[in-house]
């Protein structure tokens, strides 16, 4: 017998916005995607403005690919797009004489 039949993996999905933040314990069956646990996870609805299909996905602070089979205990992360890219941002501060700093 398969010693992986009926046995579920306990995960979380995370999203957040800078206004509201959540993580929802979903649990999936062994093999399942990361991209399939971010569907199963209803996390979409809770944040129309994400596109759950198309967003960058991680686990603990590392991304992963949609296909990335998810493991007991994992927190995979749904990353929303920057509104900025920060590499952009830095030249934009740069060229106007600007720093990182509380100063800047």
Do not use: K, N
């Amino acid at each position: 017998m398969d010693q992986l039949a009926g046995r579920r993996l306990a995960i979380e999905i995370a999203c957040a916005l800078p206004a509201r933040q959540t993580i929802v314990a979903v649990t999936v069956s062994p093999g399942t995607t990361a991209r399939e646990a971010v569907r199963a996870s209803g996390i979409g609805v809770r944040f129309p403005e994400i596109d759950v299909e198309s967003a960058q996905l991680g686990i603990w602070g590392d991304t992963v690919a949609d296909d990335h089979r998810v493991a007991d205990g994992d927190r995979i992360e749904v990353y929303r797009p920057l509104a900025t890219d920060p590499r952009a941002a830095r030249r934009e501060r740069a060229a106007l004489g600007g720093t990182m700093g509380p100063e800047g």
